[in-house]
């Protein structure tokens, strides 16, 4: 190793070190000092060359823990220590499962759809006085970016059954932007499916093919925020404006609309001028157009002029090629009983398997123990114990309004409006199925009810629900969810 290298890279942990957060005592600080320690005892810088630093790391899990809780002050440290514009690279070190002779050697693989370019605010075409709603008041730099991870590209996305027409449908639309039949295109599916990652994936094609185009991904919530900055500024029309400029629109949890009907007007002219000019538009959710209350009927019946396109959860031998290709680019190798007890066990959701990856990867990294089959189930185990949710009647709540998108302050209220006395009926229906409180208890913490209204609610539902589909389908969706 270069000498020099290794003197520059101890002045940037020492650096680093003298930097730390200081904590309210010594003890406190003896631990942050002992975290980092050991954090950074297994990272070598390997080569510098033209201003690009390649580190050595045992695993993908600390190129995501540097980049998140250390990258400000590892930027300080080598600006200070090389110089300005260093860029960051890393290698991954070799790992193996027990039971393998030899061990596996992989290097991180680069990223195969380059990060989307920073877009100017004003791309061709757009008028000087139009207001990116973007740009944080104070901040002179006007530049924005797509918002587009590169990690959620095609190349990464796993297909199965549970995916396959979507993902082809997707694939699709990234080839010809705005002229296909399938516009927009409504992903919909519970949480932790994948919707966004393949609506990512056809902003990433896009930048990637047609580089001049304009791509933005955000959540609706970064929508509505929006939206109600401009309308406090009296600058609605700018803000129409801004987005009238985008070739492809990805919307994320388009639900989050419910019961915003100014936000909603300000959308449904958006979508209107996109559509009518030929740009693309992409929206997830985690429920059919039909299903989402308290919304527009004039904008469900624009979600439904496209494809709507439902994810599922995945299976079996989806989940477990999600597992090879994740782990694969940690350079981690499992054995075939090791890859069947993960695939079997987490059967809900892609986030949540990915979740039990990383929680395996970094107790395997951290306690410098090999990979095996026993190591796996004590994690799971551990995990498993951790995160066991406790069923009350709060939880209950949050889960009910997160499901319908609406407020826990509008669930609690007097109002009588459908979309909001169901989801409070659901709400009071599982609270007595699912916890011992009494009708009583169960009115005062859903905004001082009668116990009768309680009761009330509790046999509407069951009855209810024997007799019309669409309630039904909220019984068995929100005990799901509560359950899980």
């Given at each position: 190793?270069?000498?020099?290298?290794?003197?520059?890279?101890?002045?940037?942990?020492?650096?680093?070190?003298?930097?730390?957060?200081?904590?309210?005592?010594?003890?406190?600080?003896?631990?942050?000092?002992?975290?980092?320690?050991?954090?950074?005892?297994?990272?070598?810088?390997?080569?510098?060359?033209?201003?690009?630093?390649?580190?050595?790391?045992?695993?993908?899990?600390?190129?995501?823990?540097?980049?998140?809780?250390?990258?400000?002050?590892?930027?300080?440290?080598?600006?200070?220590?090389?110089?300005?514009?260093?860029?960051?690279?890393?290698?991954?070190?070799?790992?193996?499962?027990?039971?393998?002779?030899?061990?596996?050697?992989?290097?991180?693989?680069?990223?195969?759809?380059?990060?989307?370019?920073?877009?100017?605010?004003?791309?061709?075409?757009?008028?000087?006085?139009?207001?990116?709603?973007?740009?944080?008041?104070?901040?002179?730099?006007?530049?924005?970016?797509?918002?587009?991870?590169?990690?959620?590209?095609?190349?990464?996305?796993?297909?199965?059954?549970?995916?396959?027409?979507?993902?082809?449908?997707?694939?699709?639309?990234?080839?010809?932007?705005?002229?296909?039949?399938?516009?927009?295109?409504?992903?919909?599916?519970?949480?932790?499916?994948?919707?966004?990652?393949?609506?990512?994936?056809?902003?990433?094609?896009?930048?990637?093919?047609?580089?001049?185009?304009?791509?933005?991904?955000?959540?609706?919530?970064?929508?509505?925020?929006?939206?109600?900055?401009?309308?406090k500024a009296h600058k609605q029309t700018e803000f129409a404006n801004?987005?009238?400029?985008?070739?492809?629109?990805?919307?994320?949890?388009?639900?989050?609309?419910?019961?915003?009907?100014?936000?909603?007007?300000?959308?449904?002219?958006?979508?209107?001028?996109?559509?009518?000019?030929?740009?693309?538009?992409i929206l997830t959710s985690d429920k059919a157009p039909a299903d989402?209350?308290?919304?527009?009927?004039?904008?469900?019946?624009?979600?439904?002029?496209?494809?709507?396109?439902?994810?599922?959860?995945?299976?079996?031998?989806?989940?477990?090629?999600?597992?090879?290709?994740?782990?694969?680019?940690?350079?981690?190798?499992?054995?075939?009983?090791?890859?069947?007890?993960?695939?079997?066990?987490?059967?809900?959701?892609?986030?949540?398997?990915?979740?039990?990856?990383?929680?395996?990867?970094?107790?395997?990294?951290?306690?410098?123990?090999?990979?095996?089959?026993?190591?796996?189930?004590?994690?799971?185990?551990?995990?498993?114990?951790?995160?066991?949710?406790?069923?009350?009647?709060?939880?209950?709540?949050?889960?009910?309004?997160?499901?319908?998108?609406?407020?826990?302050?509008?669930?609690?209220?007097?109002?009588?409006?459908?979309?909001?006395?169901?989801?409070?009926?659901?709400?009071?229906?599982?609270?007595?199925?699912?916890?011992?409180?009494?009708?009583?208890?169960?009115?005062?913490?859903?905004?001082?009810?009668?116990?009768?209204?309680?009761?009330?609610?509790?046999?509407?539902?069951?009855?209810?629900?024997?007799?019309?589909?669409?309630?039904?389908?909220?019984?068995?969706?929100?005990?799901?969810?509560?359950?899980?």
């Open positions: 190793m270069d000498e020099n290298l290794m003197l520059t890279w101890q002045k940037c942990l020492q650096f680093m070190r003298d930097n730390l957060n200081a904590a309210e005592d010594n003890s406190d600080l003896k631990k942050l000092e002992k975290s980092f320690d050991l954090l950074f005892d297994k990272v070598q810088p390997i080569s510098l060359v033209d201003n690009n630093l390649t580190l050595m790391v045992p695993s993908d899990f600390y190129k995501e823990y540097i980049e998140d809780n250390y990258l400000s002050l590892l930027s300080a440290a080598l600006k200070k220590n090389i110089g300005k514009g260093v860029k960051l690279w890393y290698s991954v070190m070799e790992n193996k499962p027990a039971g393998l002779e030899k061990p596996v050697t992989m290097n991180m693989k680069g990223k195969t759809v380059p990060t989307p370019k920073v877009q100017e605010t004003m791309p061709q075409g757009f008028s000087s006085n139009i207001v990116n709603p973007f740009v944080v008041p104070g901040i002179k730099k006007v530049n924005i970016d797509s918002n587009l991870k590169s990690d959620f590209s095609f190349d990464n996305y796993v297909e199965g059954e549970s995916n396959k027409f979507a993902a082809t449908v997707a694939r699709s639309i990234a080839k010809r932007p705005g002229a296909t039949a399938f516009n927009p295109l409504f992903l919909y599916g519970g949480y932790g499916v994948g919707k966004t990652h393949l609506g990512q994936a056809v902003g990433l094609e896009v930048k990637s093919q047609f580089p001049d185009k304009v791509v933005l991904y955000l959540s609706s919530e970064k929508f509505i925020q929006q939206f109600i900055s401009a309308a801004f987005y009238q400029m985008v070739d492809v629109l990805i919307i994320d949890d388009i639900q989050f609309l419910s019961g915003k009907s100014a936000t909603q007007d300000s959308f449904f002219h958006i979508f209107d001028y996109l559509h009518q000019n030929g740009k693309q538009i989402i209350m308290d919304i527009q009927d004039r904008i469900v019946s624009r979600f439904k002029w496209g494809l709507s396109a439902e994810i599922k959860s995945p299976d079996y031998s989806t989940r477990k090629q999600i597992i090879v290709d994740k782990l694969s680019r940690d350079g981690i190798v499992l054995t075939d009983d090791m890859l069947d007890f993960l695939a079997s066990e987490a059967k809900t959701n892609v986030r949540e398997l990915i979740g039990v990856i990383n929680s395996v990867i970094a107790y395997s990294t951290i306690y410098k123990s090999d990979l095996s089959l026993e190591l796996l189930k004590d994690t799971i185990n551990k995990i498993a114990a951790n995160q066991k949710k406790i069923i009350n009647i709060p939880y209950i709540q949050e889960v009910v309004c997160d499901y319908f998108g609406i407020k826990r302050e509008q669930l609690l209220s007097k109002t009588r409006k459908r979309e909001i006395a169901l989801p409070r009926q659901l709400a009071m229906y599982f609270a007595k199925e699912l916890t011992n409180a009494t009708f009583t208890k169960i009115g005062e913490e859903m905004g001082g009810k009668d116990h009768s209204t309680v009761m009330y609610a509790c046999e509407t539902i069951k009855d209810v629900s024997k007799i019309d589909k669409e309630v039904k389908k909220y019984v068995k969706e929100l005990s799901e969810r509560i359950k899980q």
